[in-house]
C-alpha cells in the first residue's frame, strides 16, 4: 500500500501528509479500530476511511484525494 | 530491560538495559534501518550513560529527531527513574513429548474440588496433560490459593498466571496492596509460573495464555514471542467478540508463529477457526452448578475442539 502512495506524483504527495500505521502494534491496532477499519489494506483520507481491503488503482486514489483537498489546508 | 516507545521515528520501540549505568543490549525493534541501529548497538555496548548522552541528543533525521535522540531521551527517562525497568515477559519451556490431547482450564479460582474433578475426568477421557490458563487462585484468604497451586505442583498440571496469580505472587492482591495470606512458597511458585506456555499437539504447534493483561506489563513487547497472538485476539477482535474484524486477523495470521491458540479471560466458550489458526477461548471452571474444561483433541482432519460440563454435585 505505500508503495502505491510512493508511485503517486510528486505534485499530489505535496498536498498530502501519509501516515502508515501497523497492525501488528497497539498503536496500529486503536489506529485501525478507531476508523472502524475492518480489513488490510485500508485508506483513510482526512480521517475517513475511504478503501478498504484494496489497493485503488492510482486514478481513483488521485481523485479521491483531490475530492477532499482544499486548498490552504494541508491534511 | 527497557522497553521505550519512541516518538517520530522508524522503530516502533527501543530496548535495552542498564547496568551500573552502562548501557547494555540496545535494539530498535518494529522498524528502521537495521546496519546503522547494529552499528549504534555495538558502539553503545557497557558505555556509561552520562558518556554517551552527548553524541545521542539532537542529531536529527525525521520529524525534528532521530533514532539515537529518541534513545538519548529514553536513557535520560531511564537514569531519572520516569520510565521503570520491565520484567521480561516469561514464556513457558516447551513440554517434551508428543501430545495428542489435551484438556483446558480457566479461572479455577482456588477451586481444589473442581480441579480435582476436571484432572480425572479429563484423564479418563485420554487427555495427557491438563492446562490452566490463569487465575488458578482468587485471593480469598481461607487456604483455598494454597491448596490450589499445591494440588497443581502435585497433579503436574500446567499452568500460566493470570492477572489474580500475578498479584499474589507480587504481595500486592487488592486495590490498597493489602497482605496476602498465601504461603511464601506457593507465592513463590506463581511467580515463576510463565505468563505465555508454549506446546505441541500432533504436528500443530500451540500457545496459552489468559489474555490482555500481559500487554499491558512493561516488558511486553508488540514485537516479542507470540504479541502478534495476544494483540490480535484479545485487542483487535477483542476476545474473539468483534467477528467484523475477522478479515482483518486472517491477514495477520502469517505473522503468528502458533496455529493453536488458547486464551482465557472472558468466562465465554468460544472456538474460532481462521486460516488453519485454531483459536479458543475457555471460560471459567465454574459456571453455576457446573465445572466446565475443554477437550482438544488432533486429528489427521484438524483440530477438535469439545466443551464438557460436569455437574458440580455429583
Given at each position: ?75 | ?168 505472587a507480587l504481595g500486592r492482591f ?28 500432533g504436528d500443530r504447534h500451540g ?108
Amino acid at each position: 500500500m505505500a508503495e502505491s502512495v510512493q508511485a503517486l506524483p510528486n505534485d499530489i504527495k505535496e498536498i498530502i501528509e501519509v501516515y502508515e500505521w501497523d497492525l501488528r502494534t497497539r498503536e496500529g491496532i486503536q489506529r485501525f479500530k478507531r476508523l472502524r477499519a475492518k480489513s488490510l489494506p485500508s485508506v483513510a483520507l482526512n480521517e475517513e476511511l475511504v478503501f478498504e481491503a484494496i489497493i485503488p488503482p492510482q486514478e481513483e486514489l488521485i481523485q479521491a484525494i483531490m475530492d477532499r483537498y482544499r486548498p490552504n489546508q494541508r491534511s | 530491560m527497557y522497553v521505550f516507545k519512541p516518538q517520530g521515528v522508524c522503530p516502533a520501540e527501543i530496548h535495552f538495559a542498564l547496568e551500573n549505568n552502562a548501557i547494555k543490549d540496545v535494539r530498535m525493534v518494529g522498524g528502521g534501518c537495521i546496519g546503522n541501529s547494529q552499528l549504534i548497538a555495538g558502539l553503545l555496548e557497557g558505555m556509561d550513560v552520562d558518556k554517551a548522552l552527548p553524541f545521542l541528543r539532537g542529531i536529527v533525521c525525521r520529524n525534528g529527531t532521530s533514532c539515537p535522540d529518541q534513545l538519548g531521551k529514553a536513557l535520560l527517562m531511564a537514569q531519572n527513574g520516569e520510565i521503570a525497568e520491565a520484567d521480561p515477559i516469561t514464556t513457558g519451556i516447551e513440554e517434551a513429548g508428543e501430545l495428542l490431547k489435551l484438556a483446558v482450564i480457566s479461572e479455577a479460582m482456588g477451586d481444589s474440588e473442581g480441579i480435582e474433578r476436571v484432572y480425572a475426568l479429563s484423564k479418563a477421557e485420554g487427555a495427557q496433560a491438563l492446562y490452566s490458563l490463569g487465575n488458578l487462585t482468587r485471593g480469598g484468604g481461607d487456604g483455598a490459593d494454597d491448596a490450589a497451586v499445591e494440588l497443581a505442583v502435585k497433579k503436574g498440571i500446567r499452568v500460566v498466571q493470570g492477572p489474580i496469580d500475578r498479584m499474589i505472587a507480587l504481595g500486592r492482591f487488592g486495590d490498597h496492596g493489602a497482605e496476602v495470606s498465601v504461603k511464601q512458597a506457593n507465592r513463590d511458585r506463581l511467580l515463576i509460573t510463565p505468563l505465555i506456555r508454549m506446546f505441541n499437539l500432533g504436528d500443530r504447534h500451540g500457545v496459552a495464555f489468559h489474555g490482555g493483561f500481559i500487554q499491558d506489563l512493561p516488558g511486553f513487547s508488540d514485537f516479542g514471542p507470540y504479541a502478534s497472538e495476544i494483540l490480535s485476539v484479545c485487542y483487535l477482535s477483542d476476545y474473539l467478540r468483534d467477528e467484523s474484524v475477522f478479515p482483518a486477523m486472517e491477514t495477520m495470521l502469517k505473522h503468528f508463529s502458533a496455529s493453536i491458540v488458547l486464551f482465557g479471560t472472558t468466562g465465554e466458550w468460544k472456538h474460532v477457526r481462521l486460516g488453519e489458526v485454531d483459536m479458543i477461548n475457555v471460560g471459567s471452571l465454574r459456571s453455576g452448578e457446573f465445572y466446565r474444561y475443554a477437550l482438544i483433541e488432533w486429528t489427521k482432519g484438524g483440530v477438535v475442539v469439545q466443551f464438557r460440563s460436569t455437574p458440580v454435585e455429583n
